[in-house]
């Protein structure tokens, strides 16, 4: 693996031949997924691509300013509701899509910014007590703001949401590019891949930044980050609102693509899910959460296609119910995962290195 | 000679304990003023009352902390550094998982001003501001003689050069005052001749050095003055030799005659 970094490091041929591949593989995704799985799989893969969204802006939260966040998922939330809301029958209001995603991103890296405030003091457990609370907060809001005047539609959710549409082009209905017809899911898939890609750009500039450098000096010892000069409160702020903005732009896009949304999807669960695929993957390492964003993302729907025909298989029937059985094996799965590799699964070569000179 | 910092009347509570009581003291251009005293004689909270992590705004607490004429006794830690003054910790507060080399690129936050968009978008100014940052960072580890480790995680360092470090991300926010906080402790005698050469080295550079220590040989070949604290207060200043022979000192120090 290393050898193979090195190469692309030094030659840039074999760097341009390793990026078109990357690029040709990205593109046919999802003919590959319907070819082998049927649409269901494309689906789940539009799914990881927001979970990765979303465990990218958890990740400056939590890996590299180290704020402990479990009520991450609210802003998810946030972006998802102000989608459903201005681009919906419910007022009649419809925003076209590259007004509500910037909004999208603005309201949620507000929203990070109020959590952020009254939480500056706080740290470790403290602050994620109070993050967990704020994001049953979020979804308790949004199941009671029916009454006096509906404003969410409470646990109902918002029917009908806007499609996303490029222009005059809707993504809910196939398309075709130059002969080639391009179903509704694939469509979905080109517009989460670019975006998705758009924030692991952000994420990378801004890790290797004054900024970025800032963050992680907060999480190492925030006593000596002050008095370097850092302006600890507002560099956490801004922590806490470039990953809530992230997270709204998900929201947001999820809103679109489902065309419905309810309190339900942001549960605590939820939260649970994206910080285990930051930690998972290795905590402030990109390629080691976008990893952890896929797998944790895909394996439980993985899981549900294999339970029900190997209980078949060897009992004949269906023994267990296989929502159970799935989360039983993921949960194991995560246990020996932690045991075995603490870091997570691809931590940044520098967090392998300090585990190695400590053995 | 004209006074960089002029604290007057400092008194610091902690509920009933008095930390500190009357302390006034001037700090001079260009000088290396040490601190001295016994064990919880205060020198570490008037350190801290310095450099804005403690804040004169209890009841009881009194006084004021001129800086290059600007007073900062109600300033936070970072607008401290902004003015000018930079510290190092008794205990070392490295960023230990950060590079010795980042260690040293974090000091020089206050002096630089790309924000999110500047890094993001990455224009021609960041990457200029970017590679001065390095290069600085990489002159200072130079100048402390620590650039052969650049890549090593600070925690990683042996310990005199670790507080070495500390010394190098302070000095690379630019202090008109550098506050060392017993940066000699746990030294071995070679280190600590070593790094009174850099202290001297430092100040040679015209940076002035307000300096805590317990290893009296140490302060009082490298002092120019000296104070020294005794129960929040001070019993005694001056130059090193006629404080040395002050009996108030020897007696907070050695303890009182037996009667």
Not at chain 1, 241 to 262: K, N, T
Not at chain 2, 68 to 96: C, M, W, Y
Not at chain 2, 119 to 133: H, Q, W
């Amino acid at each position: 693996m290393n050898n193979f970094y090195n190469k692309i490091k030094s030659d840039k041929r074999s760097a341009w031949v390793a990026f078109a591949l990357l690029g040709i593989m990205l593109a046919a995704a999802p003919y590959l997924a319907a070819a082998t799985g049927g649409p269901s799989w494309v689906r789940i893969i539009d799914f990881a691509l927001l979970y990765i969204m979303l465990a990218l802006g958890l990740n400056i939260v939590v890996g590299f300013a180290g704020l402990l966040d479990l009520g991450y998922i609210a802003f998810y939330a946030v972006g998802a509701y102000l989608y459903a809301l201005l681009a919906s029958p419910h007022f009649n209001i419809h925003l076209p899509f590259w007004a509500l995603l910037p909004i999208g991103a603005a309201v949620a890296g507000l929203f990070g910014v109020l959590l952020g405030a009254p939480t500056l003091r706080l740290r470790g457990d403290y602050l994620a007590i109070v993050t967990l609370g704020f994001g049953e907060i979020i979804r308790i809001f949004l199941n009671n703001l029916n009454a006096p005047v509906n404003i969410t539609n409470g646990p109902q959710g918002v029917n009908g949401i806007d499609p996303i549409s490029l222009g005059s082009m809707s993504l809910a209905k196939a398309n075709s590019l130059a002969g080639i017809a391009v179903p509704s899911l694939h469509q979905y898939y080109y517009l989460f891949l670019a975006l998705t890609l758009l924030i692991i750009f952000t994420t990378l500039r801004l890790q290797d930044s004054r900024i970025g450098r800032a963050w992680v000096a907060i999480r190492e010892d925030e006593v000596a980050a002050k008095s370097m000069g850092i302006n600890t409160r507002n560099v956490k702020l801004l922590a806490f609102a470039m990953g809530a903005s992230f997270g709204g732009v998900a929201g947001g896009l999820f809103a679109g693509f489902q065309g419905f949304v309810s309190p339900e999807s942001f549960g605590l669960m939820e939260s649970v899910m994206v910080l285990c695929m930051v930690v998972l993957g290795g905590m402030g390492h990109i390629p080691g959460v976008i990893l952890g964003g896929i797998l944790l993302a895909t394996l439980p729907e993985l899981l549900r296609y294999i339970i029900v025909p190997i209980q078949q298989y060897f009992f004949g029937k269906v023994i267990v119910d296989p929502e159970s059985v799935r989360m039983l094996i993921f949960g194991l799965a995560l246990i020996v995962v932690m045991l075995y590799r603490p870091a997570g699964l691809w931590p940044s070569p520098t967090r392998k290195r300090e585990l190695v000179e400590e053995a | 000679m004209s006074s960089l910092l002029e604290a007057r009347g400092i008194t610091k509570c902690f509920g009933g304990l008095e930390a500190l009581s009357d302390v006034s003291l001037t700090i001079n251009q260009g000088e290396i003023y040490g601190l001295i005293g016994p064990n919880g004689a205060g020198k570490t909270t008037f350190f801290n009352v310095l450099t804005g992590l403690y804040k004169l705004n209890g009841k009881q607490d009194r006084g004021e902390v001129l800086f290059d004429g600007k007073a900062i006794s109600k300033s936070e830690p970072h607008q401290v550094a902004k003015l000018g003054i930079a510290r190092t910790f008794q205990n070392i507060r490295l960023f230990g998982n950060m590079s010795v080399l980042q260690n040293v690129m974090v000091g020089r936050h206050v002096r630089t001003h790309a924000g999110v968009i500047g890094a993001v978008l990455r224009g021609s100014r960041t990457r200029t501001e970017e590679k001065a940052i390095h290069e600085k960072s990489f002159q200072l580890l130079d100048y402390i003689e620590l650039s052969n480790q650049s890549e090593r995680f600070a925690k990683h360092l042996a310990y005199g050069d670790q507080r070495r470090l500390e010394i190098a991300r302070a000095l690379a926010t630019e202090p008109k005052l550098l506050a060392l906080d017993e940066p000699a402790a746990g030294m071995n005698a070679t280190e600590t001749v070593a790094l009174k050469k850099l202290m001297e080295k430092i100040r040679a550079d015209g940076i002035t050095i307000l300096l805590i220590e317990h290893d009296v040989k140490l302060v009082m070949g490298l002092c120019d003055r000296v104070a020294v604290l005794d129960y929040g207060k001070k019993i005694a200043e001056g130059f090193p030799q006629a404080v040395q022979k002050n009996p108030a000192v020897i007696e907070a120090y050695l303890g009182g005659a037996i009667a």
